[in-house]
């Protein structure tokens, strides 16, 4: 199994950007898919999570950011608008087949490589 992340870079605030994530070994479909961050000397941060037809986002990003997947091509995006420099952050995605939406690092079983995102003030 293997999630790789791309789509990170530099943006300013206010700004958006699309991470998206591919799944090898794994079908999507089958599995919780999620995105977490962590900026320096923070711990890992849930951000969103889609399970089939439900979505859960973290409270800092409620209404700003979007996840979304494409069973299809067991891929996952995350579209991001009004970036602020706090969502500064290496952005990982992460699966599970675990009940629910967890939003914790375990029970994630599969994590891509992460991708830094930046955004300047």
């Known amino acids: 199994v293997q999630l790789q992340a791309y789509g990170g870079g530099l943006v300013q605030a206010g700004g958006s950007l699309r991470l998206s994530c591919a799944a090898s070994?794994?079908?999507?479909?089958?599995?919780?898919m999620a995105w977490f961050r962590q900026a320096p000397g923070k711990e890992r941060e849930f951000v969103a999570a889609?399970?089939?037809?439900?979505?859960y986002y973290g409270d800092s990003v409620k209404g700003r950011f979007t996840i979304s997947r494409d069973n299809a091509v067991d891929t996952v995006d995350l579209q991001m608008n009004s970036l602020k420099f706090e969502d500064t952050a290496v952005y990982y995605c992460a699966a599970t087949r675990a009940i629910g939406i967890p939003r914790t690092r375990p029970p994630y079983d599969y994590w891509g490589q992460g991708t830094l995102v930046t955004v300047s003030s």
């Open positions: 889609s399970r089939w037809g439900s979505t």
């Open positions: 070994g794994v079908t999507v479909s089958n599995y919780v």
